[in-house]
């Protein structure tokens, strides 16, 4: 199993551009979570899909953010346009069903910085 | 909302010592989930352990174990014999229904 993959692993960008951050979760895998990570912050959920319908987007900062899960195997983070206080790493993690006690499973991260 | 807390923002230990990360966290909830999770500089998030609250008994996992106290909603991971590899930010996290909530982590080094 290849894991939970993320795309691209690091992006600079200027501000203003539009960033768009790719995940594939792990195959069966039912729910899906991103997180941002900053020293300030530490790890922020941002939003999360069950069924690739999102449940919860409440910790997404503000209209420049969406996220979108168009079928199970593929989910976008975008940003637009970015400002340099989005510069973080994110995270992408899925969760398989079932268990009430499965973990979730994470990337290895997008590590994003906004000139 | 459930919230966690680790309050020890840095730590460090000498190899082959044992340390003890803290953790707390705040619900109304009875049964809940609970992990640490790993993560080192490579920056891949790696789950060290987990810990049913409907356990009384404390998960352990080799080198890992939990001290588990659920009145005082305490999580606290015990590391033995620390090992140069075990350098890495820590998170517990707290479960419940597919949500998760993380602590702000504690950087833990083993010096040599």
């Known amino acids: 199993d290849a894991g939970v993959i993320q795309s691209p692993r690091h992006e600079v960008t200027e501000m203003g551009q539009e960033v768009t951050l790719r995940c594939k979760p792990i195959?069966?895998?039912?729910?899906l979570f991103w997180y941002r990570q900053t020293m300030m912050r530490g790890l922020e959920l941002l939003i999360y899909?069950?069924?690739?319908?999102?449940?919860?987007d409440s910790g997404m900062p503000e209209d420049r953010f969406s996220a979108k899960m168009p079928n199970a195997s593929f989910s976008t983070l975008k940003i637009q346009p970015s400002e340099p206080r989005d510069s973080a790493v994110y995270f992408c993690?899925?969760?398989?069903?079932?268990?009430?006690?499965?973990?979730?499973?994470f990337g290895p991260g997008t590590r994003l910085t906004v000139l | 909302a459930q919230t966690v807390t680790q309050s020890q923002p840095e730590m460090s230990v000498q190899e082959a010592e044992t340390v003890t990360l803290s953790c707390t966290y705040d619900?109304?909830?009875?049964?809940?989930?609970l992990f640490w999770y790993k993560q080192p500089p490579s920056r891949q998030m790696i789950l060290v352990i987990r810990?049913?609250?409907?356990?009384?008994q404390n998960a352990t996992e080799n080198r890992f174990s939990v001290n588990f106290q659920k009145a005082a909603k305490s999580f606290s991971l015990k590391i033995s014999d620390s090992q140069l590899g075990d350098t890495a930010m820590y998170f517990c996290?707290?479960?419940?229904?597919?949500?998760?909530?993380f602590g702000t982590g504690t950087s833990l080094t083993v010096i040599p």
């Open positions: 996290a707290f479960m419940k229904l597919g949500q998760f909530y």
């Open positions: 619900t109304s909830e009875n049964n809940y989930y």
């Open positions: 899909f069950n069924n690739n319908v999102p449940i919860d």
């Open positions: 810990q049913e609250a409907y356990k009384q």
């Open positions: 195959s069966g895998h039912n729910s």
């Open positions: 993690a899925s969760r398989p069903s079932g268990a009430p006690y499965n973990e979730q499973f």
